[in-house]
Antibody, heavy 122, light 110 residues
Framework: EVKLLESGGGLVQPGGSLRLSCVSSGISFSSYAMNWVRQAPGKGPEWVAVISGSGDSTYYADSVKGRFSISRDNSKSTLYLQMNSLRDEDTAVYYC???????????????WGQGALVTVSS | SSELTQDPAVSVALGQTVRITCQGDSLRRYSPGWYQQKPGQAPVFVIYGKNNRPSEIPDRFSGSWSGDTASLTITGAQAEDEADYYCNSRDSSVNHPRVVFGGGTKLTVL
């Protein structure tokens, strides 16, 4: 079965850290750039970051640059998002998303995980 | 950064046709993707490019795209089509693979 499964969400205080994981199955994981997309309560999706298939290139949304770090372990078919200096406005469901086509600039996301809820609150 | 604008809400009578639009400067350069999202679920990819549909998506869903505007059309809307719909594309204002999403359209099937 083709799927993505996130884990690692939870409640964290402002200024704290959290690491999300996304395990893939049924896809040639290392062939695809992988993305994190988040969705705050009642809002539309917001793209967060992308990492190339090899892991050599990463790009971030301005809202998380310098605080979040995307990485991957192709031997484990796993994507990560290290989130530091968390703020209230980072509260959201975080999805990992696979693009339809190969390439780090692809933005048609044809496979999404079920999401991991991150709540930043004191 | 580029933005994509969608009408917040649209309604359609059961079995009728509805069009959901998405407008933004980035669409002059990059083709749109469309997603359906039901409450508590992850988005589902429904249309990409001018009018391409993943095999599992019913053919009542179709797309169009010209200039700065893209549209998602549902011909013969069903009760199960009631959902939020989002468009996306690349941000054309930067030399960077930033992705932008529209604010979403809530579709009500009457």
């Amino acid at each position: 079965e083709v799927k993505l499964l996130e884990s690692g969400g939870g409640l964290v205080q402002p200024g704290g850290s959290l690491r999300l994981s996304c395990v893939s199955s049924g896809i040639s994981f290392s062939s695809y750039a992988m993305n994190w997309v988040r969705q705050a309560p009642g809002k539309g999706p917001e793209w967060v970051a992308v990492i190339s298939g090899s892991g050599d290139s990463t790009y971030y949304a301005d809202s998380v640059k310098g605080r979040f770090s995307i990485s991957r372990d192709n031997s484990k078919s796993t994507l990560y998002l290290q989130m530091n200096s968390l703020r209230d406005e980072d509260t959201a469901v975080y999805y990992c998303a696979k693009p339809l086509f190969l390439g780090a600039t692809e933005y048609y996301f044809d496979l999404w995980g079920q999401g991991a809820l991150v709540t930043v609150s004191s | 950064s580029s933005e994509l604008t969608q009408d917040p809400a649209v309604s359609v009578a059961l079995g009728q046709t509805v069009r959901i639009t998405c407008q933004g400067d980035s669409l002059r350069r990059y083709s749109p993707g469309w997603y359906q999202q039901k409450p508590g679920q992850a988005p589902v990819f429904v249309i990409y490019g001018k009018n391409n549909r993943p095999s599992e998506i019913p053919d009542r869903f179709s797309g169009s795209w010209s200039g700065d505007t893209a549209s998602l059309t549902i011909t013969g809307a069903q009760a199960e089509d009631e959902a939020d719909y989002y468009c996306n594309s690349r941000d054309s204002s930067v030399n960077h693979p930033r992705v932008v999403f529209g604010g979403g359209t809530k579709l009500t099937v009457l």
